[in-house]
């Protein structure tokens, strides 16, 4: 049949989560054929999560993973590391080997025709990601069908220089390699992977008609600075003044 596609993301309490997972999760449910893996940063599973998984009626996990101490005092912190490198410890396990893994952050826009995209991918696919850094987007250079370099406001000296969003792997792919990790290196997470999955700029599946289109977007959201919004509302469903 039809891939699964398992949906990383990564999440951690702040008053936008439920607001972010609610918005994110009801598009999912348009997809067929996903299995979302939501991850928190987090010691415990937050019920309002929980409960937003069971009325949704996907098929999910729902981890929790906290961030180690020692990364939290860095300057610029490795932001979802821990609880994504779970889900991948979860994909490892217990994935199908016809499936496909994607990495979503929960505050990122998508459109559900990407998911058809990455659905056949056999190592690593890849496509444009839409404002993000100083040159509002991030995609492969592509030359006959190939990708020949990449277009990103931040080259850092990555090999890959491509946001989270940007790219699918095939779960079999993933199974075979044996050394996958997520380093805790603030925006050398995405290249670190993908050098763990010891692969070829060559073997890049190119998607999204050559990269030219974009699906997916970096948005983010603004800090809402309401002191009321600093209580904490996760273990309601809903705000309930
Ligand atoms: N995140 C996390 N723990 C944190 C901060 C962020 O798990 O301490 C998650 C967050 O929910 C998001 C992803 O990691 O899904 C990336 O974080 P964020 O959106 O803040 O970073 P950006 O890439 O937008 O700068
Ligand atoms: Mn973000």
Request: aromatic letters at 8%; charged letters at 25%.
């Amino acid at each position: 049949g039809m891939p699964i596609i398992y949906v990383v993301t990564p999440t951690y309490r702040r008053p936008e989560m439920i607001a972010e997972l609610t918005r994110l999760g009801q598009t999912l449910t348009m997809v067929q054929r996903v299995h979302w893996i939501v991850a928190e940063d987090s010691s415990t599973c937050t019920s309002a999560i929980t409960n937003l998984l069971q009325r949704l009626g996907l098929p999910y996990t729902h981890l929790a993973t906290p961030m180690p101490d020692i990364y939290r005092k860095e300057r610029y912190v490795p932001r979802g590391v821990s609880n994504r490198r779970a889900a991948l410890a979860w994909v490892k396990e217990n994935g199908d080997d016809n499936g496909v893994l994607f990495f979503l952050d929960d505050d990122n826009a998508i459109d559900i025709r990407l998911f058809d995209e990455m659905r056949s991918t056999d190592k690593v696919s890849m496509w444009p990601v839409g404002l993000i850094g100083d040159y509002t987007v991030s995609s492969p250079v592509v030359n006959d069908g190939k990708v020949v370099g990449f277009y990103d406001g931040w080259p850092a000296g990555r090999k890959f220089q491509v946001d989270m969003a940007g790219f699918a792997v095939g779960v079999a792919y993933l199974k075979k390699q044996k050394k996958v990790t997520m380093p805790y290196i603030a925006g050398h997470e995405e290249d670190g992977f993908l050098k763990s999955l010891n692969l070829s700029v060559k073997d890049i599946e190119v998607r999204a008609d050559g990269c030219t289109t974009i699906l997916v977007w970096h948005t983010r959201t603004a800090k809402n600075p309401s002191r009321l919004l600093k209580l904490d509302h996760h273990q309601n469903d809903n705000i309930k003044l």
